[in-house]
Every structure is written in structure tokens, then in C-alpha cells.
T-cell receptor
Framework: DTGVSQNPRHKITKRGQNVTFRCDPISEHNRLYWYRQTLGQGPEFLTYFQNEAQLEKSRLLSDRFSAERPKGSFSTLEIQRTEQGDSAMYLC????????????FGSGTRLTVV | SQKIEQNSEALNIQEGKTATLTCNYTNYSPAYLQWYRQDPGRGPVFLLLIRENEKEKRKERLKVTFDTTLKQSLFHITASQPADSATYLCAPLRWSNTGKLIFGQGTTLQVKP
């Protein structure tokens, strides 16, 4: 297992377009998290899955954002009608359990909305 | 509301010295506290986890303390090296079913040769 994989690494899109990012977590990890990070800030929590169930969603996540984790494996994060304020690094992380070990993050997808 | 504060100013130190980074939290009673390292353009990498009943944790040149009375964690890197230059993030974790991490804004460490 090579860790958490995110694709694409970079995405440039025009305002108003839809974009989709993919995250492949570590295979035995049942928990998956999406975060967003802007320059100079720590990662901000967006949403959390345990297996295929989306159990928590941040108020930061407007209705233009949707995430799925079909069959509890990979996850996708879609942003509809992108805005310039959506430009950020989108990070995915996975973990096996709560608190006893650290979370494994992917390298992120850098989104630029022009 | 919950608040996590890390020094926003970069910390510049000379190679070989000990770097000490601070993480303060308010309106919070974390059961665990995690520290991560983040290099530019990369995702955070887990370094250490300390539990509320542990005062101190060590791993090689790293040492973390956790003072639940002061609501503070200190992160030390001894014998610092230029390769230690990065941003360090703390994430206090309350006991909850989700294990959702809330991060501080990070402190950038620059170790000069």
C-alpha cells in the first residue's frame, strides 16, 4: 500500500465549471476525511466518512459541494459552479481508528479557479 | 467557540539548537493531541500523539508535552537540522465518535546552517 492517493494533483478551472477530485485511502482504513487548506492556514475540516456513510459535514460545505464514498473504498469530492473563493488545496486523509494513531494524508489537489 | 492558537510568526533558529513550538487551546478539553509536519505543497505528515493522561512523549529528537491545566502543548526538536525546516501543525482531539481533527494555523520553523 502506497498511502493515500489523490488525483489530480493540480486542477485549473474556469469559474462556473464543475470539478471532481478523487481520493484513494489506505485500503484497511475505514475512516476518510476531506479538508481544505488555504495559504498560511491549517487544514479546515469539510466532511467525514466511516465506511460508506457520510457522518459529518462542516457548515463550510455549501450545497455546491458534495462528497461520496461508494462501497467504502475511494471517495470523490465534487464542487459545482466553482467560484474563485474555492481556490485552495483539497486534502484527503484516512485513519483506522480514533485517537490512537495519526491520520495519513494525501498530497492534496491544488484547485485554481480563474 | 473552540480555538487553537499557534505562533503565527515564523521561528528562526540556528542548526544544533532546540526548537520549541507552542500550541494553546481554549474552550476545549481534548483527550488527545497530535502534531504534524507539513512541507510546502504536500499534505501533513503525522509525527506524535499524546494522550491527556500523559505529561510527555518522546520520539527520537522530538518531545511533546501536554499540560491540560494550562491548556497547552509544547513541541521540541532537539539538535535541530536544516531538514527540520517545515510548518508544524497541532491538532487537539476531543473524544468523539468521528475523530474529526481541528488544526491550528501552524508555525513555520526555519533552521539555518
Amino acid at each position: 500500500d502506497t498511502g493515500v492517493s489523490q488525483n489530480p494533483r493540480h486542477k485549473i478551472t474556469k469559474r462556473g465549471q464543475n470539478v471532481t477530485f478523487r481520493c484513494d485511502p489506505i485500503s484497511e482504513h475505514n475512516r476518510l476525511y476531506w479538508y481544505r487548506q488555504t495559504l498560511g492556514q491549517g487544514p479546515e475540516f469539510l466532511t467525514y466518512f466511516q465506511n460508506e456513510a457520510q457522518l459529518e459535514k462542516s457548515r463550510l460545505l455549501s450545497d455546491r459541494f458534495s462528497a461520496e464514498r461508494p462501497k467504502g473504498s475511494f471517495s470523490t469530492l465534487e464542487i459545482q459552479r466553482t467560484e474563485q473563493g474555492d481556490s485552495a488545496m483539497y486534502l484527503c486523509a484516512s485513519s483506522l481508528d480514533v485517537g490512537h494513531s495519526g491520520y495519513t494524508f494525501g498530497s492534496g489537489t491544488r484547485l485554481t479557479v480563474v | 467557540s473552540q480555538k487553537i492558537e499557534q505562533n503565527s510568526e515564523a521561528l528562526n533558529i540556528q542548526e544544533g539548537k532546540t526548537a520549541t513550538l507552542t500550541c494553546n487551546y481554549t474552550n476545549y478539553s481534548p483527550a488527545y493531541l497530535q502534531w504534524y509536519r507539513q512541507d510546502p505543497g504536500r499534505g501533513p505528515v503525522f509525527l506524535l500523539l499524546i494522550r491527556e493522561n500523559e505529561k510527555e512523549k518522546r520520539k527520537e529528537r522530538l518531545k511533546v508535552t501536554f499540560d491540560t491545566t494550562l491548556k497547552q502543548s509544547l513541541f521540541h526538536i532537539t539538535a535541530s537540522q536544516p531538514a527540520d525546516s517545515a510548518t508544524y501543525l497541532c491538532a487537539p482531539l476531543r473524544w468523539s465518535n468521528t475523530g474529526k481533527l481541528i488544526f491550528g494555523q501552524g508555525t513555520t520553523l526555519q533552521v539555518k546552517p
